[in-house]
């Protein structure tokens, strides 16, 4: 934990020199004023400081230097105190004992970290604003690990995250957590039974495969996790356009997430069985690559046709929801940057979820308010389905219609779930357009804190048993 704080702005250790940082409620700022020096009232009022939510303020000595800040916030939110790593000039911090606005310890950790975050893998080292970090949980400590982890994987180029090193991720992870690894890698995934993860991925020059990771008690629990790991996604033969291709890095996010969670419950030791499955391909072009025509048929045994190979994220996942079926889990989660169609619906920061249990997703969409991680249902409205009717296969993997694109991938992913296994599936966007307070440009997690809670209170009652 040491080198995330020293890289995302926080310190175990506080400097002699670290400045206070008051905070204040919006609704206490008069009342705070008012107890305050004539100095700093007369400072406050020259800059027509008016005491909004995210406004601050340096307050100097007498002798003209800062030793303190004012900062107002606007609730008991990480986003409440994320502009101000950015914003405030570089040097220590520390939270002023008399501080009045009721923060939370593991709010203001997430929100400091969140919000220093920058992704400098290829970038001169830079010095953030550094927060004097005391009293937080290990548990909001993880979830912070867990969501940079995540936000990294997902910016780090194709070159240097393809299947390859996506699977090394993993390794690495599980050995921290004494997990069992092991991969189902190019041509052996036909042998084992996995042919549209084999045909999505065939093409790249870096081969496909079917990452797996177990950890846990045979007694607890079974949970399965699912990732699309198409760590770069042309569109195959349907070829995006430019502007679509761009930032494809990022279709792996799914992957991401699912392996950031797996990380979390056991950091945690969350009492559960937990099986990974990471479906991790490039969708690539060559002379082999899989044809708008093709008919596949997959592990389950139904017939796709293949209508777009652009719709090639549920492809992956059918196979690896079929196996996560077959193991017959309490509970399969699978997370997935699936359809533009849902961004459409919903926009950058609502992560779509579906699920054949409106009891669980209920739970699921609870723990998102929680913890300041929204989500938003969207229904497996069964006529749907037939956007999907194929005349020469059981179904095809997209259709004419643009209508409903988000529900219909859902229902075609619906097919591969047994029915009486409780599963969500979370269509996440994995991306930040733009820099915002928290939300810097570039990769991002969503929906995992909300998933992290859901899982700890279903199946860990040392958690929010009354909350």
Not at 26 to 53: C, I, K, M, P
Not at 163 to 176: F, K, M, N, S, T
Not at 318 to 344: C, Q, S, V
């Amino acid at each position: 934990m040491t080198a995330l704080f020293s890289a995302q702005g926080l310190s175990k250790e506080r400097h002699p020199q670290s400045r206070a940082i008051e905070l204040v409620s919006v609704e206490q700022y008069a009342d705070w004023l008012a107890t305050q020096a004539e100095f700093t009232r007369n400072w406050l009022t020259s800059q027509s400081f008016q005491g909004r939510a995210t406004q601050f303020a340096l307050l100097p000595d007498a002798g003209g230097q800062c030793n303190r800040v004012v900062a107002v916030i606007g609730g008991d939110t990480p986003y409440a105190i994320a502009h101000l790593p950015k914003l405030l000039p570089k040097g220590h911090y520390h939270r002023c004992p008399h501080s009045t606005a009721a923060l939370s310890t593991d709010n203001l950790l997430l929100g400091w970290g969140l919000g220093a975050y920058r992704f400098e893998r290829y970038l001169a080292k830079t010095e953030p604003a550094i927060l004097h970090a005391e009293g937080q949980s290990a548990r909001a400590e993880s979830v912070l690990t867990a969501s940079l982890e995540v936000r990294d994987w997902i910016n780090t180029p194709t070159e240097h995250m393809g299947p390859d090193e996506l699977e090394q991720a993993v390794r690495a992870i599980g050995a921290d957590f004494q997990a069992k690894v092991s991969s189902i890698c190019g041509e052996e995934l036909l042998v084992e039974n996995f042919p549209t993860i084999h045909a999505v991925g065939r093409a790249a020059h870096r081969a496909p495969r079917l990452i797996r990771l177990d950890w846990g008690d045979d007694a607890h629990p079974h949970v399965v996790l699912c990732g699309k790991g198409v760590c770069f996604d042309t569109g195959g033969l349907n070829i995006k356009a430019a502007d679509g291709m761009r930032n494809m890095k990022k279709d792996m996010g799914g992957a991401a997430h699912a392996l950031g969670l797996a990380r979390l419950l056991m950091q945690n030791t969350v009492p559960v069985r937990l099986t990974l499955l990471i479906a991790a391909v490039e969708n690539a072009i060559a002379g082999n690559a899989f044809r708008p025509g093709d008919v596949i048929t997959t592990r389950q045994g139904l017939s796709v046709e293949i209508d777009n190979t652009d719709a090639e994220g549920r492809l992956v996942l059918a196979d690896a929801l079929a196996l996560a079926g077959e193991l017959k889990p309490d509970l399969i989660m699978d997370f997935a940057t699936l359809t533009g169609a849902a961004r459409i619906a919903l926009g950058p920061d609502l992560p779509a979820l579906f699920s054949n249990q409106d009891a669980v997703a209920r739970d699921y969409l609870a723990a998102g308010e929680s913890e300041h991680d929204p989500l938003w249902q969207m229904p497996l409205w069964q006529p749907y389905l037939g956007y999907l009717k194929s005349n020469v296969a059981d179904l095809a993997n997209s259709g004419a219609s643009k209508m409903a694109g988000c529900m219909t991938a859902a229902l075609f992913l619906q097919r591969f779930v047994p029915t009486e296994t409780a599963w969500m599936h979370l269509d996440v966007y994995s991306w930040n357009d733009s820099e915002r307070p928290g939300k810097p440009a570039g990769g991002e997690a969503q929906g995992l804190r909300a998933a992290f809670r859901f899982l700890q209170k279903k199946y860990d009652h040392r958690y929010f048993t009354d909350s």
